[in-house]
């Protein structure tokens, strides 16, 4: 859902032949895309197993579609919320948040910037920062005199990477006690950047407004939840 992976209705259908993947589709809302990557229709698996769209009719996705799972921002507010009633009269509980997933989006000062400013005085402990980011998916940047000074996460199929600086570099082992952290950059770059290689001084950051909504929203509800864990101060 994140990463914007998609698969054939071939492949999919693939998977529903298996018992334990046909019993985890049915807990997920899914999607067709078209080749650009928009979504066109949405729909959940039955226990057949066949598909059922929004009014609980069978559904038959077009042979050249390619399916995915539905992020919360692919939906406007009413099909969001039959959605979610849909799933609770079936009592299907879904093993991630999704239709209920916290979204976020850029404020009126980012919209005309290429970096996302909102955390830009925030300090924190340096292992809450680097343990907060990689438990989420993020990648540390590579060490140089002993030190590393940025994550980057990997959104495959938008073919972005976000990357995260902060100010001060951090030792491979024995953060407890150094240095808090204050994060200086968060900014997006064209194309699967290598997180062990990139190099931020390197990258030609995209404008904000360019970036998926859907990617944008990811990265800040990560940042978000690292600052109100941490306790941390802005």
């Not at 979610?84 to 009126?108: H, T, W």
């Not at 909102?118 to 005199?145: C, I, Y």
């Not at 024995?174 to 200086?184: F, P, S």
């Not at 404008?207 to 109100?228: F, G, M, P, Q, Y």
């Amino acid at each position: 859902m994140v990463t914007a992976r998609r698969w054939s209705l071939v492949e999919f259908q693939t998977l529903l032949t298996h018992p334990v993947m046909r019993m985890l589709t049915r807990l997920v809302l899914w999607g067709t895309y078209d080749c650009e990557g928009d979504i066109k229709c949405t729909f959940r698996v039955t226990e057949d197993p066949s598909f059922a769209d929004l009014a609980d009719k069978v559904f038959q996705p077009e042979t050249g579609d390619f399916v995915g799972m539905v992020h919360p921002l692919q939906l406007n507010e009413r099909d969001k919320v039959v959605w979610s009633e849909v799933f609770s009269d079936y009592k299907l509980m879904p093993p991630f948040s999704q239709l209920g997933r916290s979204v976020y989006c850029l404020n009126e000062e980012e919209e005309i910037l290429n970096d996302i400013t909102r955390f830009a005085s925030v300090t924190m402990p340096a292992q809450s920062l680097v343990f907060g980011l990689e438990k989420r998916g993020w990648t540390r940047g590579p060490v140089e005199n002993g030190l590393f000074n940025h994550h980057s996460k990997q959104f495959i199929g938008y073919e972005l990477t976000a990357i995260v600086t902060y100010h001060e570099g951090l030792p491979v082992g024995n953060m407890e006690h150094w240095d808090d952290q204050t994060i200086e950059r968060l900014f997006f770059v064209e194309g699967i950047q290598n997180g062990a290689l990139c190099s931020p001084s390197d990258a030609v950051n995209r404008r904000l407004t360019d970036v998926n909504k859907v990617v944008v929203s990811e990265v800040l509800r990560d940042l978000t939840a690292i600052v109100v864990k941490g306790k941390l101060t802005v």
